[in-house]
């Protein structure tokens, strides 16, 4: 495993990138540039890093690779070419082996959980506020005519 320092701390390259390790400046511009735009982390961070790296080829084809002389682009899309659709492999597997999919799918179904069980309040507020008034005007009718008969029955 070779280990390099990338200004965001210090990576283990022990990925795809280790198995074609060169002094090649272009390979290690491709390396610096996959390690740096695509990181390993958490869910998140690979789902992000996943969706980046998905389009980013096609965005090297169509603009200038970042500092590299046109003599050099040739080499450093086919260096991009041939190690970013492995190292997206990686991306994915890490992604599967860490159940990602089933951490979203748990956030996500509690989320529907949180929101179904807020609504569910607010219709219940809304429909017994109503129901309560109505229920008090009434108690307040069978009270007054309760008054009423002992009133008249008092009377008599």
Do not use: H
């Not at 272009?26 to 869910?43: E, Q, R």
């Not at 040739?74 to 492999?89: D, G, H, S, W």
């Amino acid at each position: 495993m070779i280990g390099w320092n990338l200004g965001y701390g210090s990576f283990t390259v022990n990925s795809v990138i280790s198995k074609q390790y060169s002094s090649n400046p272009i390979f290690l511009k491709v390396s610096d540039d996959i390690w740096l735009k695509f990181p390993k982390g958490d869910c998140i961070t690979l789902d992000t890093s996943i969706k980046k790296a998905q389009g980013y080829l096609s965005e090297v084809f169509l603009e200038k690779a970042g500092n590299i002389s046109d003599n050099n682009r040739k080499e450093y899309i086919n260096k991009m070419a041939e190690i970013l659709p492995k190292y997206l492999q990686e991306l994915e597997a890490e992604f599967n082996n860490k159940k990602c999919r089933d951490e979203f799918e748990k956030i996500r179904i509690q989320d529907m959980a949180s929101t179904l069980t807020k609504g569910a309040s607010k219709q219940e507020v809304s429909i017994l506020n109503p129901n309560f008034k109505e229920q008090y005007i009434y108690i307040g009718i069978g009270a007054v005519v309760l008054l009423l008969g002992l009133y008249v029955i008092s009377k008599k």
